[in-house]
């Protein structure tokens, strides 16, 4: 009998100890700017009731949900109405027998589920941060994978366009500490409102907003014809068109902007909003935060600014978004309870550091210092000096087993160790160790006591 290969789900990623320690550095900056901004952490489970995630992310979005079998699908007596009920599913339909759950598909809907279940144990404005997978039944390529994850930031029980500024800010200061040139762009679902309203199809925005979030994707000859398809007439889709080609500084955007409006109040209202996040006084972002009337986001539950986020010099899609949904609550029987949030994709930021070479490379660490094994009453000593090591945060470690030096320095080697210690016959008698440094060649002989001031005084040598 022939072995299967033995493979991973496609759109799944097995991490290596270098990779781990990179995304921790990234998930460590990111944690690190939230909680500095005010944010506390909580966690939600992967799986949530099918219920809870169907109908909030529209059509496109809902067709990528993973949704869970229930068990005892493989009772005999139920194998017809199973099959049916599966002819069902492929419809599209849900079916309670065979599916009542699913994986979550972002951080944001159980987010709005969290609050309103723990409504009245928490504190208004409630900052939240959440880092953890999320799974999309996507089509994987560069980027995008089945499962990734978000490393969100939210405030509820707020309309203050203070919490739009702090998450902008939070953006630029996270992207700065990582060394990504960025562009933070924004705009508003107020504006894309107003323009199916003025182009006479309220009832068409979410298909419009779809249609226009494709726009880079497919450009505007393909875009004509799905606003086409979805029954505008050439009129509406010119509208739409001058809408997308508006260009120039944000300043003058909006003037356009105001100009092709006529006076429509919803558009006015989101002019105002981008305006006054536009003109707040901060320290560095307002060089990277762009106004794009092309931004649209095809999530449905976005009222106000919307924020995407694009690394300057990669070929990748958007390493951040978000945006204002003053009524997510409502979905679960809390209504009134505004909402703003961003989120990092952490996948996207490590592939753009990764390509861009921005990690620091003592980020990879690891061990620092490798004792060497050489008899029982040596590693006895270098035990005892190994931990008192570890005890002031050198990494270390003791080869497993007495053996000849080239294997004990073959296992540095591979491992990028940068010290190893020698204690043999002589150094054992003397109460001393030689340390060497692999990458320089330099070695010298200290006493035990002097070990632990040796490397801290060699932090950062080469």
């Given at each position: ?66 949704k869970i079998l229930n068990n005892g699908l493989d009772n005999p007596a139920k194998h017809q109405q199973v099959a049916e009920d599966f002819e069902k599913i492929l419809e599209g339909k849900n079916v309670k027998e065979i599916t009542e759950r699913a994986l979550r598909y972002d951080l ?111 450009g505007h000859a393909k875009l004509k014809e799905e606003l086409l398809a979805i029954h505008l007439n050439e009129e509406q889709v010119s509208f739409i068109t001058k809408y997308l080609t508006i260009r120039g500084s944000n300043e003058e955007k909006l003037e356009e902007l105001r100009k ?78 505004p909402g703003v949030g961003i989120s990092f994709g952490l996948d996207r930021i490590y592939d753009v550091m990764e390509e861009l070479k921005l990690f620091p490379g003592e980020v990879e660490g690891g061990t620092r210092v490798l004792f060497f094994n050489l008899g029982v009453a040596e ?84």
């Open positions: 009998m022939s072995k299967s290969k033995v493979s991973i789900p496609q759109g799944t990623r097995d991490f290596p100890s270098d990779v781990v320690k990179k995304r921790a550095f990234i998930i460590d900056t990111i944690r690190k700017v939230f909680e500095l901004s005010g944010y506390q952490p909580i966690e939600t489970p992967a799986m949530e009731n099918l219920e809870t995630l169907m109908g909030k992310y529209g059509q496109e979005g809902d067709k990528l949900i993973f944001t809907i159980p987010f709005a589920r969290f609050v309103a279940m723990h409504y009245h144990e928490l504190s208004f404005p409630f900052k939240r941060y959440q880092i953890q997978p999320v799974w999309r039944a996507d089509r994987p390529q560069k980027g995008r994978y089945r499962e990734f994850y978000q490393c969100d930031a939210d405030v509820v029980g707020s309309f203050s366009l203070l919490n739009e500024v702090e998450l902008a800010n939070i953006y630029e200061t996270v992207f700065s500490e990582l060394k990504i040139a960025v562009e933070i762009k924004i705009n508003s679902r107020k504006i894309l409102t107003a323009l199916a309203e003025i182009c006479g199809s309220p009832e068409k925005l979410t298909d419009i907003t779809i249609a226009i979030d494709k726009l880079d994707k497919i092709l409006m006529h006076g429509n109040k919803t558009a006015l209202k989101g002019i105002e909003e981008l305006e006054t996040i536009c003109s707040f006084p901060a320290k560095d972002h307002r060089s990277s935060l762009t106004i794009d009337f092309t931004l649209a986001r095809g999530l449905n539950y976005y009222t106000g600014v919307i924020f995407e986020v694009k690394a300057k010099g990669v070929q990748i899609g958007s390493i951040g978004g978000g945006g204002r949904y003053d009524d997510l609550t409502g979905l679960f029987g809390v209504p009134n309870v590693s006895k000593a270098a035990f005892g000096l190994m931990q008192m090591l570890r005890a002031n945060g050198v990494a270390s470690e003791l080869f497993h087993e007495v053996a000849k030096f080239d294997k004990q320095f073959k296992y540095a080697e591979k491992k990028n160790i940068k010290y190893i210690v020698i204690i043999g016959t002589k150094e054992l008698e003397n109460a001393t160790c030689t340390v060497k440094n692999l990458r320089s060649g330099v070695q010298e002989v200290l006493e035990h006591a002097a070990l632990v001031e040796f490397f801290d005084s060699h932090k950062n040598a080469n």
